[in-house]
């Protein structure tokens, strides 16, 4: 624990960063365009280990292997609810080596280890870069993601 002295204060807005800003609430709201339905064929349920959020997740791809239909069921806080929605609105079209590599980009960004990966939207997650409690449920969309992926290669 930091001694008195230099622990920072509550109301000093140098050390405030506003978790659930707007956008963020408004995507988790999001998901309503993403239902998980019986044709998704590519399936996976994946709890957060940190956090406790589940997801399921269900995909199906094209012929040329390139994602074409998400759906999903999340339990999470409005931060994995809002990755979930981000990772939905840019998936469609996208292959599973561009899955892959945002995961571990993501993974690396979180960890301090890289710069934050390109995808639609995904600044709008920064403000939960400081909070570690939070970054399970970040990444859990991608995980889940990443999961179906490999449970649909491993059918093939």
């Not at 980009?105 to 390109?118: C, H, I, Q, R, S």
């Not at 970040?138 to 889940?144: F, K, N």
């Amino acid at each position: 624990m930091l001694p008195l002295a230099r622990r920072p204060k509550v109301d000093d807005p140098r050390h405030h960063v506003t978790l659930y800003t707007p956008p963020i609430l408004a995507l988790a709201t999001a998901l309503a365009d993403f239902p998980l339905t019986d044709r998704l064929d590519h399936r996976t349920t994946t709890r957060s280990r940190t956090c406790g959020s589940v997801i399921t997740l269900g995909l199906t791809q094209d012929a040329a292997g390139l994602i074409e239909a998400v759906g999903m069921q999340v339990s999470a806080c409005a931060i994995g609810q809002a990755s979930a929605a981000i990772m939905a609105q840019g998936l469609i079209g996208r292959s599973d080596d561009d899955v892959r590599a945002f995961h571990q980009g993501l993974k690396d960004w979180l960890a301090g280890e890289g710069d934050m990966p390109e995808w639609p939207q995904i600044s709008l997650l920064a403000p939960a870069l400081p909070h570690k409690g939070r970054h399970g449920a970040l990444l859990l969309p991608w995980t889940a993601a990443v999961e179906a992926l490999c449970r649909a290669e491993a059918r093939r």
